[in-house]
Nanobody, 128 residues
Framework: QVQLVESGGGLAQPGGSLRLSCTTNKFTLANYNIGWFRQAPGKEREGVSCISSADGTTTYADSVKGRFTISRDNAKNTVYLQMSSLKPEDTAVYYC?????????????????????WGQGTRVTVSS
């Protein structure tokens, strides 16, 4: 069920940057762990990063560690994914997902099926 809205995707050159946004008018994101995921053609949905609702703790997939940064602005009810040093293999549709704070799954769990609400995705293409 689509409850979130992603934006900010587009075309970037290798080594470039993009910032994705995730927001909703359905509920308060501060009460949820928010994850970013991506799915390339023919591949499974992959967890990229997650930020905790409680204390802002973050986690990253090894493939993006040091290049991507997740953050949240509670005043704007928005979570961001700043992507830098982009590589062609980062090309995918990017989704954000929300998981309630009360969930038994910690911020380190990036399995997509532990998240309850999703956006429609935003496409990122990294190419020269």
């Amino acid at each position: 069920q689509v409850q979130l809205v992603e934006s900010g995707g587009g075309l970037a050159q290798p080594g470039g940057s993009l910032r994705l946004s995730c927001t909703t008018n359905k509920f308060t994101l501060a009460n949820y762990n928010i994850g970013w995921f991506r799915q390339a053609p023919g591949k499974e949905r992959e967890g990229v990063s997650c930020i905790s609702s409680a204390d802002g703790t973050t986690t990253y997939a090894d493939s993006v560690k040091g290049r991507f940064t997740i953050s949240r602005d509670n005043a704007k009810n928005t979570v961001y994914l700043q992507m830098s040093s982009l590589k062609p293999e980062d090309t995918a549709v990017y989704y954000c997902g929300a998981r309630p704070r009360q969930s038994p799954y910690g911020v380190g769990n990036l399995k997509w099926n532990t998240f309850d609400w999703w956006g429609q995705g935003t496409r990122v293409t990294v190419s020269s």
